[in-house]
Structures are given as C-alpha cells and as structure tokens.
C-alpha cells in the first residue's frame, strides 16, 4: 500500500514535469524565448500532474473504448481547468488566464481549441506513456521510490508555501495601488498595467517571473466593505 501511493507521488511528479516541459516548448515556439510557465517556482505545472492521476485511476478501464474515453477525458479535464481558475480568481483575485479572445469558450476558463488537443494527448498518455512510466517506477528499489516520493512531497509543500507569499505579496500591492488611484468599476486592465509596472521597477525576481509566466494575468478589483 505504502508502495502504491509513493509510486503514484512520484507519478504525479513526472507528468507534472513533463506539463512543465510541454508548457515551455510552447511558449518557445511562440514567444522565441525561454519563460518559466506555472504558479509554483519549481519547474512543474501540478494541473497536469492531477489530470493524469485523474485519467488513470479512474478511465483505465475505458482503454480500448477511444470514443468514451476521449468525452471522458475532455469532460474532466475541462471542469478541472474551469475550477482550477475559477478558485485561483477567488483565492488570489487574479485570474491567471484568458481564453475570451478564442471560440466556444466558457467564460474565458475553458475553450474548446486547447481541449481537444489535449484530449488527444490524454488518449497517447494512456495507452502508450503510462505503460513505460509504470514499467519504470514498479522497477525502482523501494529505498528509491520511498527516498524521491518524500523528498518531492516536501519540497511540493515548500514552493506552495513561498508561491503563496508571492502571490500575497501581489494580491497586497494591488490593493495598496487601488486605494491609491481612482479605479473604475470594471478597470481591470489599468489596474493591472499598474501593478505589472510597479513589479518590473522592483528588485523582486520571483515577482516578475510570475507576472512574465502568466502574460494574461489580471489583477481583479477588489470590493470595498460598506460600514455597518
């Protein structure tokens, strides 16, 4: 049991890279330049890892049924990005991306262009990568995969922690900038311009690879509190 669960650690680790990897070629491709993607400083993208997890544990045995199993995949993948964003927006009051600019979008979470792909790749990860990663893993010594499963849970739990000071940090200058300047109901767009101004004059480097890892990123006005 205590096997099984540091396997699928490390499992979540590896996917978790390799969206990391997945996420940076791209932004090569389109940008000509190398930008650290995802919310956490390490260089993993956790939504991947926890997507994996979900199609593994749960449509394996869809395998040989490629129709369902892609509406399985593009349906849980979906609603994992809409929810990841959704409290990401409320937790933080950023939204860290945007998808009003593409087609059949829903509310700029989700769209339909970047599901399909990626439920596509789910299909290939199933059938063809899993089977080497699992081969791999269940062939490690115990030591290993109990040593790596620990040490990458901690530091996991670390880099959230600074993540989240990070964010924090934004999150205050943001406030700090609207009750400074005279904001609009719905400005987000100046708010923003604000904040990302203030960050790229600072000497704050995990500030600005946040802000030059998530283009998109709108700072959200904040609701004063009516007195009582």
């Excluded at 490629?66 to 994992?80: A, N, Q, R």
Aim: proline content about 3%.
């Amino acid at each position: 049991m205590i096997k099984t669960i540091s396997i699928y650690i490390l499992f979540f680790f590896i996917y978790s890279f390799l969206g990391w990897c997945l996420e940076v070629i791209c932004k090569l491709i389109s940008e000509k330049k190398f930008i650290n993607r995802g919310f956490l400083i390490g260089p993993i993208c956790p939504i991947y890892g926890y997507g994996v997890l979900i199609m593994t544990l749960f449509f394996k045995r869809y395998l040989k049924e490629p129709f369902t199993l892609f509406i399985l995949i593009i349906v849980s993948c979906s609603i994992l990005e809409y929810l990841t964003s959704y409290f990401l927006e409320k937790i933080y009051h950023t939204r860290w991306w945007d998808y009003t600019y593409r087609r059949f979008n829903i509310n700029g979470r989700i769209c339909l262009e970047t599901m399909i792909p990626f439920s596509i790749l789910g299909i290939l990860t199933m059938n063809y990568v899993n089977p080497i990663i699992f081969n791999l893993l269940n062939n490690l010594p115990k030591y290993i995969i109990y040593t790596f499963s620990l040490i990458f849970f901690f530091i996991y739990i670390i880099d959230n922690i600074i993540s989240y000071k990070i964010i924090y940090n934004i999150q205050k200058l943001s406030k700090e900038i609207q009750e400074k300047q005279i904001i609009k109901k719905d400005d987000t767009e100046r708010i923003t311009k604000l904040v990302r101004k203030q960050i790229e004059k600072s000497m704050k480097l995990l500030d600005k690879r946040l802000i030059h890892a998530f283009p998109h990123l709108e700072m959200l006005k904040f609701k004063k509190k009516r007195k009582k």
